[in-house]
């Protein structure tokens, strides 16, 4: 079948491991087989807007499959990346980046908020028939639904069950009764 079809469809070509010896096994190399090779990447010479983007990605919270395939670079690439040290540090700069946009965000919302509510609450105080009862009550549902008694919304699940294939050998059964009757 091979000789008919001479492409290979499915997994690796097979490679002929015959071993070769070289020379016998001497207690040294089984010393050498626990020791450090050496290899070691090279340091980055610069920083280019790919190490930016991934280092951003990856210190929000990214997982490193996606930001490999964002930024275009291989997942071993990325392991090699942050054994840098150069690398490090870039990634510990966005890291502390991401909390600071996500704190000055979260104050700014808080106090946005905060206005509103004091604003709202003067406003009720000082000319409550100016707030009308639509109003009011838009302000009750979102103060009950922000405190975990607003509305909720309940399913029901109904299974039923018809018997399809009991109503069609039925229904077969009927129809071959009426062609031998007729017949």
């Known amino acids: 079948m091979d000789d ?6 499915r997994g690796r070509a097979t490679l002929d491991l015959s071993p070769d010896i070289v020379r016998d096994l001497v207690p040294a190399d089984l010393a050498a087989i626990t020791s450090e090779k050496g290899s070691e990447a090279p340091a980055l010479k610069r920083i280019t807007d790919r190490h930016h983007a991934l280092a951003r990605n990856l210190a929000g919270g990214m997982a490193e499959g996606e930001a490999a395939l964002v930024c275009g670079i291989s997942n071993s690439r990325i ?101 031998v009757a007729n017949g």
């Open 4 to 9: 008919i079809f001479p492409i290979r469809t």
């Open 79 to 179: 392991s090699i990346l942050k054994a840098d040290a150069q690398f490090q540090e870039l990634l510990n700069f966005y890291r502390g980046e991401v909390n600071l946009v996500y704190q000055d965000m979260h104050e700014k919302l808080a106090g946005i908020a905060s206005t509103a509510l004091d604003e709202l609450q003067d406003r009720l105080e000082d000319a409550p028939e100016k707030v009308s009862t639509g109003q009011l009550m838009e302000l009750a549902k979102l103060g009950a639904d922000r405190t975990g008694f607003g509305p909720q919304s309940q399913q029901t699940n109904v299974n039923v069950n018809v018997d399809m294939a009991a109503r069609l050998q039925a229904a077969r059964r009927r129809v071959q009764e009426r062609i």
